[in-house]
């Protein structure tokens, strides 16, 4: 909560907060990305690494086997036939047997075959080490033999586990030495009847050598399985590897001849890779942990994250100073602004250089003058409408129009008008009461209409001969505010102005109505002499002479009253408000407000 709050105060901690989001996400996709693609590059080449291996040890395998199994050849050779098939043998066949295994040895360079031998069903054999033998128990009862009795026709290779059977039939072993056997039939050549077995002796060292030297990982370990699963080279593991294999069985899980998996176990999972030996059928498997397989690809996710962290550390320190270097010009106009609104408008700002923050603080020092410039201007206006407000008040307490009003009650008294005088009174205290109106500047159109009235009753008892007035304002506009002293001025420029130099009797008509549904429009008219062209043109610049300078001059001259109005309404309304003119032999003086817009008409 306080880390939101912190960011949404301070455009600094937004900017850098939107750096590191932005720098973030593309450093951690790339990441991501980069280490996924390692990791099963690199796993996958240690799988691949450890699959080769395998299959290296089965081709070694199958290449020592299939060139062995040359030497089978030696069961179609005629001597050995004849050996075989007959009960009783002559030195010089046996000895040229004997030189017929030392040929082929010469030939084919055989460094790993032990022995070759050849023994008929009567147990009568002949071998390199042992030469001419005779076997005390039925060979027929070796298992091997007795499959090859049945399937003359097959090549079996017997482990070292497998081939103990044979050694005790013949009494003969191979001490500190592991032997795995090859054993076929021997036919004869016409009817194809079994008449013996080949064995062909091995050293198994170059296999066990691979076992125990090769290694997945480093601490994994190569052993092989027979057809039966049975382990037949297991390499010196500790007991829980070594129960593992024993319980580890392939073929139910993976009959394929190789292939590659992760084995569950209780610890860290196990990574297995086996191939199978085409010539044998015997499974080369290797066993690994998983984490030793994977170990480069886990340096490699190591490295990503520490190049990672190093690169948003990198991005964070060079945005913690841009962003500095950014916002400090901001947090200097920040400060020059809050000077400027608690009042001192001399706070101005130093901009430096062209970029949008020194513009900024030029349009801020611009906005300053401004505000100066308004302020002053205020200031002036507001004393323009005090003194408006003051001579509208002094011209409505004129001393000639209060003498003349008292002139008249005096000599209506003497005259004997009581009612006229009391007429005249309550007009005059009417008249009075409203100017003041305690203060306020805006009344209701009635009350303003009253004030009018009062004036013109006053006016009536003066020059009762030729005044005469009408009021036409309809009822329901008569509840719309109004600027007060707006009409009576009006009323008593067209008196002066229009009437009183007038032959005959003078009608002042003020009336009211609305225009285009949202403007009430107000008119003082009057059938007077009217003006001249030259005499519009005057009064028109003279509306927007300032009060004071047109105080000095004759008020009678420069039409003190319409100005006074027409000062105090463009105060109020700004200059929109207007007088329009239009000169006619009638004068008539309109007096126009509207619900959005104020102007005068004039005609």
Request: glycine residues 4%; positive net charge.
């Amino acid at each position: 909560m306080r880390l939101t709050r912190w960011i949404s105060s301070s455009l600094r901690a937004k900017l850098l907060t939107m750096f590191v989001i932005l720098t973030s996400i593309p450093l951690i996709a790339v990441g991501l990305v980069s280490y996924q693609k390692s990791y099963h590059s690199i796993s996958d080449h240690s799988k691949a690494s450890s699959m080769l291996a395998a299959d290296l040890l089965v081709r070694n395998i199958d290449f020592l086997f299939d060139d062995t199994e040359r030497l089978l050849e030696l069961s179609k050779n005629p001597e050995v036939i004849h050996f075989l098939f007959s009960q009783s043998e002559t030195y010089k066949e046996a000895k040229e047997i004997l030189q017929t295994f030392e040929l082929y040895r010469e030939t084919y360079k055989y460094e790993n075959v032990l022995n070759i031998s050849f023994i008929n069903l009567y147990g009568k054999g002949i071998s390199e080490r042992k030469g001419v033998f005779q076997q005390s128990r039925n060979p027929l009862r070796n298992p091997h033999f007795q499959e090859l009795t049945l399937n003359p026709d097959n090549v079996l290779k017997i482990p070292p586990s497998g081939a103990s059977d044979y050694d005790r039939l013949d009494g003969f072993t191979y001490p500190n030495q592991n032997v795995i056997s090859i054993m076929a039939a021997v036919r004869q050549r016409i009817t194809h009847e079994v008449i013996g077995f080949i064995v062909i002796d091995l050293d198994d060292s170059f296999i066990e050598q691979f076992c125990d030297k090769v290694t997945i990982g480093k601490t994994g370990f190569f052993y092989i399985l027979d057809q039966k699963d049975t382990p037949i080279f297991v390499p010196s593991v500790s007991p829980k590897d070594s129960l593992l294999i024993h319980k580890t069985n392939l073929s139910k899980f993976h009959p394929s001849s190789r292939d590659s998996f992760v084995l569950p176990t209780e610890g860290s999972p196990k990574f297995v890779v086996y191939s199978t030996s085409q010539s044998t059928g015997w499974r080369i498997i290797g066993m690994a942990p998983l984490q030793e397989i994977v170990a480069e690809a886990n340096r490699i996710r190591q490295l990503i994250i520490v190049s990672v962290i190093l690169s948003a550390i990198f991005a964070i320190t060079l945005y913690f100073f841009l962003t500095q270097r950014i916002t400090r010009p901001m947090q200097l106009l920040q400060n020059k602004m809050r000077l400027a609104a608690s009042g001192y408008l001399e706070a101005k700002v130093k901009p430096t250089g062209q970029d949008e923050i020194a513009d900024l603080g030029k349009s801020f020092n611009i906005m300053l003058e401004k505000i100066k410039m308004l302020l002053e201007k205020s200031i002036s206006e507001q004393e323009q409408v005090q003194k408006a407000e003051l001579r509208t008040l002094q011209a409505q307490i004129n001393p000639h129009f209060l003498y003349n009003t008292l002139d008249s009650i005096i000599w209506m008294s003497e005259a004997g008008k009581s009612d006229s005088v009391v007429n005249l009174v309550k007009a005059l205290s009417r008249f009075f009461r409203i100017s003041l109106n305690k203060g306020r500047d805006w009344i209701s159109i009635q009350t303003e209409l009253e004030h009018a009235e009062s004036y013109l009753v006053i006016q009536q008892m003066r020059y009762r001969d030729i005044l005469e007035y009408e009021m036409k304002v309809p009822t329901e506009l008569q509840a719309y505010p109004i600027l007060k002293m707006t009409l009576q001025p009006l009323i008593e420029n067209a008196l002066y102005h229009g009437i009183k130099n007038k032959r005959g009797k003078g009608l002042i008509t003020v009336a009211g109505h609305i225009e285009n549904n949202h403007e009430i429009v107000l008119t003082v008219a009057d059938n007077g002499i009217g003006m001249n062209l030259q005499r519009l043109e005057f009064i028109r610049e003279h509306l927007n002479t300032p009060i004071e300078a047109s105080a000095k001059g004759d008020p009678a001259e420069g039409g003190f009253g319409l100005q006074n109005v027409h000062q105090r309404l463009r105060l109020y309304f700004g200059t929109a408000m207007a007088f329009i003119w239009k000169a006619r032999k009638v004068k008539a003086r309109k007096l126009q407000f509207g619900s959005l817009r104020s102007k005068e008409v004039w005609t």
